[in-house]
């Protein structure tokens, strides 16, 4: 049965007392799911309480409510467990002919009034019938046309149940059935029966939100912020923090309505302990809310990392129904994409001594406040150690060690035995308790160490879990919390040889129990014996010396160890980055360089660490290249110059070092870092980080936290390091400086202790150059200001008096403003934009073409040199006015050619590889306006000129081609290197249409001889095809024949990914040519090459899944005739072809089923109707659903096949996906469900077949859910 469904029957089983909890806890469910408070509903709680007929009241106060169960907002429920026939039915309602008051109350509030009987099982008759019985019992009240009846039986009952997991969750506790570990709301904390268990919040406890940047709150001010953040995240949220600090009881409070206001929705909440092994996994639970689409918060206690980071991921892809919060001790860092991670942190022992004095009142204040100090204020420890003391008994005597002593007593005795056997236990950070088939016991190398067998310390383990000093996680264990596991364990380090315990742990066939070795040693950085090891293992030849080369898990040890011996693996990083294959290591698919960079950036978190790391990370960003979803070292050394959330509290005066390193004029290849340094320098917020992450038992946080006067202190640090840089000679170091600190102003000017600073920064930079983007950033801050109705007018007055001092005043300074800069709007740079006007974006644009067609013509006039405008004369960034200002300079210049020369000379200078070739079409235009013959004498040299000839057709004057602009264009077609891409113009711009047709052809025919000409012959026809609206557009059967023959071309080619542009394009010119007769011989020749294709791909052909889709259904017999016609292992690869070769949606679903059937009728051979189904869209998603119905036209099929089992075969070999995630078994079962349909099928031929096929599917089915659940078994329940 599915994880949330019920049989109605089981229903049976429920009290008359449960089945009005049951009816309640429905109310407060679907109350909560209209948004509403579960406070709304109220009932008894006894079924012996005096209710006057009203078992259940919902009182929601709005004037409607539909939900589907509930229909008023005011409605009385009336739980029955017996039948209620009409006679029943009067009886209730109007005893003594009178009808109940409370029901004419309710009808006099147009409210509700609902029976549910939970032995009826109607049918439509008979529920009409009960229906009827009480619209006859009041039928006579004055107000009976607004009353709404209605009558609920156990089918309706067990229908409303499976809309709410959390309510079935608690139905299946009640009747013993099902899903064990899992729960509703409830005492997730597990308090002893009868103790009380309100929240503590005193001082004590710190929580820190993300939303918070790191600010530490207390419990009372956390519980608000945590739900919002719940409420209103995409991510999972992870509630991390020491075993002991009270992380479930808080998580709890969340939607304890007495807690603060607006608390979470506790009928949402489903929850478990994955120590508690639940069934259904976690991952089969999430997997089922997701498929069904359910509202849910799903609480995951004691919950690994990898199992968050597998279900995180879910959670933040699909969407905001579901809202999952995990809990574990494990302070991991979490990928931010997929995470919100909150910290709870034990800062003092008052929850702790207020939890014992409530748990133990026995105990005495004096003792309760001495415990909870020596256990630093973790609540789990001191109830551990609170147990083991007597009535009347003083601690104030007991030295710490004997306290913790107490820990391991037996009747006021020590018990040496216990100790030393936790002490083993607690070498690693977990165990198997199990012995392995291989007959290896981690319990027997660990009492190996002390002369103890696997079955001596088994016996060990109930003592210690009895003292709640032992977790368990299916067959694995650990002692927990870390407080006590680490002091065990420093005790028998100190017990040991070093040489003991490497040869125990590093002994061939260990790794596991060799990891988890090294995660407790990382948790014991003070420890003498924990360094010496670790230093060991660092050495070039030790066992984690060669970093480069690490696997996975010694990676991990790595990572564990790090914390322990920073300074010993600072060198050896260093030695490695310093080895002489550093810089010809590949790096693109190597997780090592990872590793590095995250160890770097955690010990970057000291101060005293922080230059080393730093110079580390340059040296690696030095080498690297940025690489897409790779750790970049580049990142973190920016994000070390963010004020907030920077991973490290190295000092602004460190910082700063850091920045100039990489601004200093010697180190050219430092400079883009360098800006983007000084650009976090100066960012504001909202700020990302890294967030924190687990480094041993080091503190870690996200950073320093300046206050207001070290952030205004930092600000102007980095203000004037922006100005000195961009005052600086290098051009292009200055203007990255200038454009940062441009784009910063806005939110820098929101402090008002930076006004004076921005002002006098804005002044030195305009003195030494025209401060161009300051100009424009002040006039976008000016344009968003004015708004501002509060806005306060002396910023208004400062801004405005700098925007006229900025305001460029020569024309140099005004082209580069108006012509060569990037990243404007126009409400910037156009004095006259109407903010109301309806077409004031158009209208901007057209002043400041016009405007920079002016520029040009007062340039050409003036004595400036073209090289007075570089660098971005010719910039491959986006500066849309470059070709009005050429227009304007060639119709301004007295002798165009010398200007022209200039341009060319230019050209010359420019060294990068990628430029903008706006302002010679510009000239060329102004230059045709004036004096075409020239312009024909210049385009000419562009034909020979080795950069303007890349670009010839597009710097043509924006007319008409004429032949002899052909003719030119056409000239470079034998020149080698020449990109055919930019002749597709002749084959669909209007500007070309009148050129003579046989001209064309001849272009498309030349194309076909060029590398990738096939491919602008596609591009321009699929150009010319896109949107076509008449016939003019669609290009002659002459042009469609060369279309269909670069087709063939580009498909028989061997590069793969061509990207769906080209797909895009090749279907338009495909579907036009196979529509036309007169290429009937070319069609042949397509099918040839697309088979060809096939077969040299395996069957993988997504490149081209458009075109092969508008293929089949266009010539659907012939391509059919040829998928079937060759070898068997051909025919192999077809199959997988058809079925998920060129994307999700198989390969014939296009086709029409009727023509499909008559070829299959008409075909040779009779296994084709084995065949096709494989290309056949089966399985058909139920939208509001998460079932599976299969296709109307798969059924037809099936039906018209001779031999139906033979289809049905194939439709059964169709239920496993060609790909998948998440459960395969739940795939199988909605396939199967579907499947099942055709059991009824009136055919006997068909049902008979489909009744054997299901039961060897269900058989299946059963199989892989059991693996599954193991799998998830051994995934989700593991300590590391």
Same mark, same amino acid.
């Given at each position: 049965?599915?994880? @949330? ?10 009290? &008359? ?26 009932? #008894? ?79 439509? !008759? ?5 229906v009827g019985a009480m619209e006859e019992a009041v039928r006579h009240d004055h107000c009976q046309a607004d009353l709404h009846l209605a009558f609920y039986d156990r089918a309706k009952l067990a229908q409303w149940i499976r809309q709410h997991p959390s309510v079935m969750l608690w139905v299946n506790r009640i009747l013993g059935r099902g899903y064990s570990g899992w729960q509703p709301y409830g005492a997730w904390s597990c308090p002893p029966e009868g103790a009380e268990d309100t929240l503590i919040t005193s001082s004590g406890i710190t929580i820190s939100l993300p939303s918070e940047q790191g600010r530490h709150l207390s419990i009372q001010n956390a519980i608000g912020p945590i739900r919002q953040l719940i409420r209103t995240t ?23 309505? !007495? ?46 990392? *990898? ?5 995180? /991921? ?83 005597? %007991? ?8 820990? @391991? ?6 018990? *040496? ?16 308790? &199990? ?10 190398i660990l009492g190996s160490l002390a002369g103890y067998s696997h079955h001596q310390l088994y016996r060990t383990l109930k003592k210690l879990t009895d003292r709640h000093i032992l977790q368990a996680r299916s067959h694995w264990r650990a002692i927990l919390p870390h407080a006590i596991a680490n002091r065990l364990a420093a005790s028998a380090l100190d017990s040991f040889p070093v040489a003991c315990l490497r040869s125990a742990f590093e002994a061939p066939g260990r790794d596991r129990l060799l990891m988890s070795f090294a995660h407790r040693l990382g948790l014991l950085h003070d420890h003498p014996v924990a360094k010496a090891i670790s230093a060991a293992w660092l050495q070039s030849e030790g066992l984690l010396g060669n970093l480069?080369?690490?696997?996975? *898990? ?25 080895? #002489? ?70 000092? %602004? ?24 340094? +000084? ?42 390091? /922006? ?22 102003? !806005? ?100 002043? +400041? ?35 009005? $200002? ?48 020239? =312009?024909?004498?210049? +385009? &000419? ?65 030349? %194309? ?37 023959? =670069? ?17 895009? $394009?090749?279907?338009?010119?495909? =579907? ?18 697309? $088979?060809? /294709? ?23 017999? /012939? @391509?059919? !005739? ?62 509001? #659903? ?11 099929? %099936? ?82």
């Open positions: 049965m599915a994880i @949330f469904d019920i049989d109605k029957d089981e229903l049976l089983g429920l009290s &008359d007392t449960l089945l009005e909890e049951l009816i309640a806890r429905l109310a407060e469910a679907e109350v909560a799911a209209c948004g509403h408070s579960p406070a709304r509903v109220r009932w #008894s709680g006894s079924i012996n309480t005096p209710d006057g007929g009203v078992d259940v009241h919902v009182q929601v106060p709005v004037d409607q409510l539909h939900s589907g169960y509930i229909e008023r907002p005011d409605t009385v429920f009336q739980a029955k467990k017996h039948k209620m026939r009409r006679a029943d039915i009067l009886r209730e309602m109007a005893s003594s002919g009178d009808l109940s008051p409370m029901i004419s109350e309710q009808a006099a509030k147009g409210g509700s009034y609902i029976i549910v009987s939970l032995n009826e099982d109607c049918s439509p !008759s008979m529920l009409a019938e009960r995409r991510k999972a949220v992870r509630i991390t923090g020491l075993s002991g600090v009270g992380k479930t009881r808080i998580v709890q409070s969340l939607f304890e309505e !007495s807690i603060g206001t607006d608390a979470l929705d506790r009928t949402l909440a489903v929850y478990a302990d994955t120590g508690d092994d639940p069934n259904p996994s976690a991952a089969a639970m999430l997997e089922r809310l997701i498929a069904d689409q359910r509202s849910a918060i799903m609480v995951l206690d004691n919950c690994p990392p *990898e199992l968050h980071a597998s279900l995180a /991921a879910k959670v933040t892809s699909h969407g905001s129904r579901i809202k999952l919060i995990t809990v574990e001790y494990d302070i991991r860092e979490d990928k931010p994409q997929t995470t919100e991670v909150i910290h709870i942190e034990a800062v003092g022992p008052e929850v702790a001594e207020k939890l014992l004095l409530r748990r133990f009142p026995g105990i005495g204040q004096l003792n309760a406040r001495r415990i909870a100090q020596f256990a630093d204020g973790n609540a789990r420890v001191s109830l551990a150690i609170a147990e083991r003391v007597e009535e009347g008994e003083s601690l104030a005597v %007991l030295s710490d060690a004997q306290l913790f002593d107490r820990l @391991f007593e037996q009747r006021r005795e020590p018990d *040496e035995g216990l100790r030393e056997q936790a002490e083993l236990l607690s070498l690693v950070y977990s165990f198997s308790s &199990d012995v392995s088939e291989a007959g290896d016991s981690e319990l027997g480069l080369g690490l696997g996975d *898990e010694p990676a991990r040890m790595l990572e564990y160890i790090a914390p322990v011996v920073p300074d010993v693996l600072l060198n050896r990083i260093d030695e490695v980055l310093r080895s #002489s294959d550093f810089k010809s290591r590949e790096r693109q698919y190597d997780p090592r360089w990872s590793t590095i960079i995250n160890l770097l950036q955690v010990l970057a978190w000291e101060a005293s660490y922080f230059d080393r790391c730093a110079s580390l990370l340059l040296h690696i960003a030095d080498n690297e290249t940025d690489r897409p979803g790779q750790q970049n070292a580049r990142e973190i050394l920016t994000l070390f110059c963010q004020p907030y959330l920077s991973g490290t509290h190295a000092s %602004l005066e460190q910082r700063i070092t850091l920045l100039e390193k990489c601004l200093s004029p010697g180190m050219p290849q430092r400079r883009a870092l360098g800006l983007r340094m +000084l650009s976090a320098g100066l960012s504001g917020s909202p700020w990302t980080g890294s967030g924190i992450c687990e480094f041993g038992a080091r503190p870690r946080d996200y950073g320093a936290e300046p206050d207001y006067e070290a952030l205004m202190t930092w600000r102007r640090a980095f203000i004037a390091i /922006a100005v000195r840089v961009g005052n600086a000679s290098e051009s292009h170091l200055a203007g990255g400086a200038r454009t940062i600190l441009a784009n910063s102003l !806005s939110g820098l000017w929101r402090d008002k202790k930076m006004g004076s600073v921005l002002v006098d920064a804005a002044r030195t930079l305009h003195a030494r150059l025209p401060w161009g983007e300051g100009w424009k950033a002040i006039r976008t801050r000016l344009h968003f200001l004015r708004k501002d109705p509060q806005v306060s007018p002396l910023l208004l007055d400062t801004l405005d008096a700098l925007e006229k001092e900025l305001r460029p005043n020569d024309l140099l300074s005004a082209i580069r403003l108006y012509v060569l800069s990037k990243g404007h709007h126009n409400w910037v740079l156009d004095d006259e934009f109407n903010r109301h006007g309806h077409d004031r974006y158009a209208e901007a644009e057209q002043r +400041l073409k016009a405007r920079a067609e002016q520029l040009g013509s007062e340039f050409a006039a003036s004595r400036l040199c073209l090289s007075d405008l570089r660098p971005n004369l010719f910039s491959s960034e986006w500066m849309p006015y470059r070709s009005a $200002f050429g227009q304007g300079l060639a119709q301004g210049a007295v002798d165009p050619r010398e200007h022209w020369h200039s341009l060319l000379s230019e050209l010359e200078q420019e060294e990068t590889e990628n430029k903008d070739f706006s302002v010679f079409l510009g000239f060329i235009v102004g230059v045709d306006r004036i004096n075409e013959p020239l =312009a024909h004498e210049f +385009l &000419d040299q562009c034909a020979v000129h080795p950069s303007l000839s890349r670009v010839l057709v597009k710097i043509h004057p924006q007319r008409d081609f004429t032949e002899t602009d052909l003719n030119r264009c056409m000239s470079l077609l034998d020149k080698p290197n020449i990109r055919p891409f930019m002749f597709d113009t002749f084959l669909w711009d209007k500007k070309c249409r009148h050129l003579p047709a046989s001209r064309v052809l001849e272009l498309a025919e030349r %194309l076909l001889t060029l590398e990738s000409g096939e491919e602008a012959i596609l591009n321009g026809l699929g150009m010319r095809l896109h949107g076509k609206k008449t016939s003019e557009d669609m290009p002659g059967p002459e042009l469609l024949h060369i279309g269909l023959r =670069a087709a063939i071309q580009v498909i028989q080619k061997e590069t793969d990914l061509r990207g769906n542009l080209v797909d895009d $394009f090749m279907e338009s010119v495909v =579907a036009a040519a196979l529509q036309s007769d007169d290429h009937d011989g070319l069609k042949h020749q397509w099918l040839d090459a697309v $088979f060809s /294709a096939i077969d040299r791909h395996y069957g993988y052909m997504h490149d081209y899944r458009k075109t092969i889709e508008t293929t089949v259904a266009l010539i659907p017999e /012939a @391509f059919l !005739s040829r998928l079937f016609a060759d070898s068997e292992n051909q025919r192999v690869m077809r199959l997988f072809f058809m079925r998920g070769g060129i994307g999700d949606i198989p390969l014939l679903s296009g086709v029409d089923i009727e023509t499909l059937i008559r070829w299959c009728a008409c075909s040779d051979d009779p296994g084709v109707w084995a065949y096709v189904p494989q290309g056949l869209q089966l399985w058909v998603s139920v939208s509001d #659903s998460s079932g599976t119905v299969l296709n109307k036209n798969a059924v037809k099929f %099936l039906e018209a096949a001779p031999d139906p089992f033979v289809v049905l075969e194939s439709f059964a070999d169709l239920t496993s996906p060609t790909s998948w995630s998440g459960s395969l078994a739940n795939i199988w079962q909605s396939r199967a469900d579907a499947f099942s349909e055709l059991i009824e099928h009136p055919r006997n031929d068909i049902s008979d077949a489909a009744k054997n096929i299901h039961e060897s599917l269900m058989l299946m089915i059963e199989r892989q859910r059991s693996r599954e659940q193991q799998e998830d078994r051994r995934g989700e329940q593991r300590f590391e």
